[in-house]
């Protein structure tokens, strides 16, 4: 593990880097490049130049140029068929990513929008999201990748487990704060206890490629509260749908009404859930949840200090998750939203 993956760089390095960025492009910058607040991987400015202001982004360290590009790619195909994406600038040559000082960056058009505030999403807005979400699914059933797709389901318990036990002894060590200790020991306890399902139990799930990783963040609302573009689709993969529905249901605080229903009767317009889909989907997100350590390793196993913020609601989320009876009255609640 590299231990300067996660490390902010520097304000001389971003200057100087975005300065040979913008020359590729043939601009100049007019400003200081000013950090775009949110995200917890890759590192994003706003940065004035002489045709206006651009979005850079300095994309951390293990992603490759072939996933950038494949990204890129992506964004073509959706964009030809009506969603709304922000497409990168191609520099010389058509690059749409180049590379500075072994450090690769893209350059997009800056769109001026808003996003939502998780925890207080107007229904307004959750039916948005939920419209905007379905319209993506409809138009990803129909990308090759979708075509005999299956899903997925990688969880190990002995695997997390003992991740976990390597991550609470570096917390421990780290002098980590009670309550995130106290976090990892939750998830350690449940581990052991749950009765997990075989994840041959999910293997009907409808499957194709999707987002990979929409929810409320990701997405620029103009002033109308219409929807100007979905962004950040790095993580596009193959997986069941109503997975990626539920996950973007959690990470936008949507569990209880009216948010709920909001956002399943603006994604119903466009893709019908099954009963038996949801019911089976949130116990997949369950067993997910149950078995994910990404906060907890992302933090203090690979440095990233941005995502603390998602302590808090991972103990949460795994204490309401655990309970039998949260489960079922979740997943009654999605059926009656997804049906209608």
């Known amino acids: 593990m590299q231990p300067d993956l996660h490390v902010p760089p520097s304000t001389d390095e971003v200057h100087s880097q975005i300065d040979r960025v ?80 072994g450090t690769m960056w893209s350059l997009l058009p800056w769109v001026e929008g808003r996003t939502t505030v998780r925890g207080q999403i107007t229904a307004a807005d959750a039916n948005a999201l939920g419209e905007m979400h379905g319209r993506i699914h409809a138009v990803l059933a129909e990308h090759p990748a979708s075509a005999g797709a299956s899903t997925q389901l990688l969880w190990d318990t002995a695997s997390s ?95 209880e009404e009216p948010g709920l229903g909001a956002y399943l009767s603006g994604y119903r317009q466009h893709v019908h859930l099954s009963e038996e889909e949801c019911r089976l989907g949130v116990e997949a997100w369950w067993y997910g949840r149950l078995h994910s350590r990404w906060v907890y390793w992302t933090y203090f196993m690979e440095k990233n200090e941005r995502v603390a913020e998602f302590f808090p609601e991972t103990r949460r989320e795994l204490a309401q998750l655990a309970d039998e009876r949260w489960r079922a009255d979740l997943a009654d609640r999605l059926v009656r939203a997804a049906t209608g």
């Open 22 to 101: 913008l020359g590729r492009f043939r601009r100049r910058r007019t400003g200081a490049p000013a950090p775009v607040a949110g995200g917890t991987l890759n590192w994003n400015y706003r940065v004035a130049t002489a045709s206006g202001p651009v979005f850079a982004r300095r994309w951390r360290r293990e992603v490759t140029a072939e996933q950038v590009m494949a990204e890129h790619e992506l964004l073509g195909w959706v964009a030809a068929r009506g969603i709304p994406v922000v497409r990168p600038y191609g520099a010389a040559g058509a690059e749409t990513v180049v590379e500075v000082e």
């Open 161 to 255: 487990l003992a991740d976990l036990i390597l991550v609470r002894q570096v917390a421990v060590e780290g002098g980590a704060a009670q309550e995130v200790v106290a976090g990892i020991d939750l998830q350690v306890r449940l581990l052991e206890t749950a009765l997990v399902r075989p994840r041959s139990d999910f293997s009907e799930l409808p499957a194709q490629l999707t987002h990979g990783d929409y929810h409320d963040q990701q997405v620029l609302f103009g002033p109308g509260g219409d929807i100007l573009a979905v962004n950040d689709w790095e993580m596009h993969r193959v997986m069941a749908r109503v997975w990626e529905v539920l996950r973007a249901v959690a990470f936008a605080q949507l569990y």
